[in-house]
Structure formats: C-alpha cells, structure tokens
C-alpha cells in the first residue's frame, strides 16, 4: 500500500494555478523529493496533504485514508517540519517538544521520554533548558526536525529542511535523515538543492509552473535525460565551436561557455583537449542539477 | 464564509488554552500584580483625591460614596482589557509573527479549536484578573456578598464577548499596528462613557441611547448590580444582550479568522 497518493491535484489562487494537475504516489520506507523552482508549487501541494489549504480538485489519500473524511487521523500520523520557523519562543528546547506531543494527545511520562530521546539523536541534550531565541538557525531547524519526530509518524514531510543552514549543519541534517531512512521511515521532501535530492531521494518528480515535468530514480534519469558526463568549456573560440561541430554530440550554447552531454567515454574530451585546447575545459559526471536546469530552463524565477 | 459547525470542536480546544496557561503560569508572579495593584491605585486616586470633590451622591435609591461606585467598574474594565487585548496583540503575534497557529495545524487540532481555545483563555485571564481584583476590593470592604461572587460567572461571559471583539480584529487588520483603530474608536470610549466613572443618567438622553449599543455599558450594569447588591429588572436585559451577542460574535470571529488565514 502506498503512504501517499495523490491524484489530479489541483489549486488556483485567482488567475493563478498553483498546483494543475498533479498526480505522484509515495511507497512505504523510501524518500520522495519534490523538486522545482521557487513558486513551482511545491509548498502548495504540501499544505494541501495535511489539509492547510483547501484543494480545488483531485483526490489525496495517506495512509489508505480519505483527507477529507479521516484528516485527524491522518494529521496524527504525520511528522511536518515547515519550511519557516514555527518554534514556541515562549517556551524551552524541550518545552517545544513536550508542548507539542500534547497536541497529539500523548501522555506527559511517554512525551518527556520522547523528547529526551529527540534531544539526544539530533545532539540538543545540552541546549535543552535554553530558550528558542539564542538558538542559531541550524540549531533551529534540527529542533523542528525533532518536534516533527515526537509523534513518531509514519510519514515525515520536510518543507525545503535545510535552505539557509550553513554546510555543516546541513551535513548533519543529510545524516540524521538517512538513519531516519534507514530505520524505515517514509518521508516526502521538497528541495532546490539537487545535491540533497541525489543524496537522500530514491525517486523524485520535477514539478514547475504546478505541473510534474519528470518522474523516477534519479541516477536513472539523469543518464536518461542528460548522459553520463558533461564537458564544460569556458570561453569557447571558434576553433573550438568549429571542432565540436564536426563531432556527433549534443552541445548547449551558453555563449561564454558551453555543456557538451556525453554518454559515455572520455574519447571527446581526451580529442579537444590534445587537439584543440585544454585549457578551460572540464569533464564531470551528469548532475541532477544538469537535469533540473534541463527542464526547468535557466532563466530568473523571481 | 464558512461558520464553524459544533463538529469541529473537540476536546483538543483545551490543548491550546493549556499551551498559554503554561506560558501565563511561567511568569505569574509578574501577571499578577497589575491586578492586585491596579485597584488599589485606582481607590487611592478616586477615593481620597476625586471622591473628596464629588462626595456622596443618590445613586439608585442608595447613598453612595464615589470609590463605591465606580470600584465595580474597574473590574468591567479590567475583563473587558484582559481579554480584549489578549486576542489582539498577543493572538496576532502568535498567528504571524511566531507562526503558533500553523505549528498547530500540523497535528490533530484545526483552526477552529485554535482560535476557539485562545478566546477561551483570553476569557480566562479576564476571570483571574476579576478574582484578584475582587479580592482586593472585598478586603477594602467595598462589595457586597454574596453578591459579589457572581461577578466570576459574568468575568467568564463579559470575557468571552471582548475576547470575540478582539478575535474579529485580529481577523481584520492588516497589520499589528492597525490595532490602534478599534482601540481609539471602540475601547477608550467605551472606557469613558459606559456607566464607568458617572452614572448614564448624566448624558443627554441621545448619547444614553448610544451607550445603551455597547456592549461595556451591559458588563458595568450586570458587575455594579451584582458587586453592591443593587437588584432590578433591567439587569436581566443587560445579560440577554451578553449572551446574545456573545452567542454571535464568537461563531463569527472563527469564521473571519479562518477566512483570514485558510488561503
């Protein structure tokens, strides 16, 4: 049975459609991104699975629950950590978390125990009498985190989890969610940050202007869509446009640089750079960000 | 606009009055004193500065000092303040700026339970603030009992109605500093011309016609009966416009807080 099934989901604010359309389901104990641009639709189609936002058309089912008939109960089984923070400031660390657990209605024994086990796995025990205003913002986010974990859910939705963390507070965060994955944990992610979606999602859609662009695993669709590496070449003169155009491959114009995708072997690249020039040239592996940017364009959003 | 149906409410209401008597009960020491203190100010000023000046006056068939008359009232001012400004300014940083309600609304309990159980305790604080303030005043020995015991019940009611008012321009506004408005408009008149520090009597009968709308003007009625033992009909009238009143503002202000925030 799926965790999440949605279906045909719809959202108009005025003239503007939000979310058109979209359908994707999530299977039970992997991670599901939701990717695309800032005001793809992302958050839109969040608040909808958790009954925020009234939806305009469609069908949602959790847990094999209808969201219109059994939304307390599927709200009880939800972990939700939001994109911006929602912290109590007029509590503690651990107030926050036990606080929260009595909106779920569990008892005050078994919410200090949780919170204490919280504390520890996302290494707050420390901070846990401080009050929320001296808290960094990777301190922050890894108590949201926390609090949307005292409930034990079934399901874990992260609202873009670490925009705005520096790196090392990301990392943690990558690793606190894999184990969290690891110990079979079902959780729908939304991100802009491709490397978290290589890293965390085994698969993901790509959704923009509120439509899903692509759906599957992401090494799959990257080799698929993009190849297996691309060569970048900065400042390309006109010998070098000249040498790539006599060669069978698929060139994207960037003016002062050009993405050659390659599928597979080095031969091109070790051809340009011992015949043509080296400098300025560069051959990665295929990115989901080379994906992303495939589909979604390059142009400013905002 | 969608009413709130009697469906929707639950038990878990009481989980968020819980959350702010937590916060109240962390810093009570300090929450407590304004209404311990604020009446014997008030008593201080009028009793031995302006009740010297006004003197004893015919009110209601009754001799009246002046302290006597208008202590009642500071205790209406004080439910109607409590709870007022409770929904107001504390409710709106809550919904905006700390983002409590959208916290909320990712476990079990919706919107209407949320704004439900902040008037609730709004109306709660406007019972604690009375119980103080009423204890106080007793011990000066200027209420009467046991009359004076139903002004616990009314704290409840009178609290209930201006956490409502509250609640609605907590809907309205577009921003905190916005509050100023209804303040200026509504509460400081209420305040002055309610029956609160003069008889209505004293007003040309238009202007007693206008006080006879607000709402304030009921509470001081029902709280100054009740608080000297001054029985009469009229009373009744003044509890069937609070609880009627109450009965639709309080549906109301949930259904414009979830069209404010239900997007």
Known sequence: MDIVQVESLRKHYGALTAVDGVTFAVHKGECFGLLGPNGAGKTTTIRMLYGYTPRDAGTLELFGLDIDRDIREIKKRIGLCQQEDSLDPDLTVRDNLVGYARYFS???????????????FFALQGRAKDRISVLSGGLKRRLMLARA????PDLLILD??????DPQSRQLLWDKLAALKGQGLTILLTTHYMEEAERLCDRLVIVDHGRILIEGKPLALIRERVGHSVLEITEPDRQVRDFLAGEECRVEDLGNRL??????GDQLFLKLTSQVRAEGCTLRPASLEDLFLKLTGRELRE | MNWPKPSQISHRTLRVWQRNFSVYRRTWKISFLPPLIEPLLYILAFGVGLAVLVGEFHYAGRQLSYTVFIAPALVSVAIMYNAFFECTYNSFVRMYYQKTFDALLATPLNLEEIILGEMLWAATKSVIATTLMGTVISL????????????????????????ALGMICTALVPGIETFNLP???GITPMFLFSGTFFPLQNLPGWAQSVAQLLPLTHLVALVRGCALQFWSASLWLSLLYLLTATAILLPLAIALMVRRIVK
């Open chain 1, 106 to 120: 569990i008892p005050k024994p078994q919410a200090q125990q949780r919170a204490d086990e919280l504390l520890e």
């Open chain 1, 149 to 152: 974990l005292v409930n034990n």
């Open chain 1, 160 to 165: 873009e989890p670490t925009t705005g963390l």
């Open chain 1, 259 to 264: 993405l050659v995708y390659l599928d597979d």
């Open chain 2, 140 to 163: 000066c020995g200027l209420f009467e009992f046991p009359g004076a015991l139903l002004l616990i019940p009314l704290a409840l009611l009178g609290g209930l109605l201006f956490a």
């Open chain 2, 183 to 185: 303040i200026f408009l």
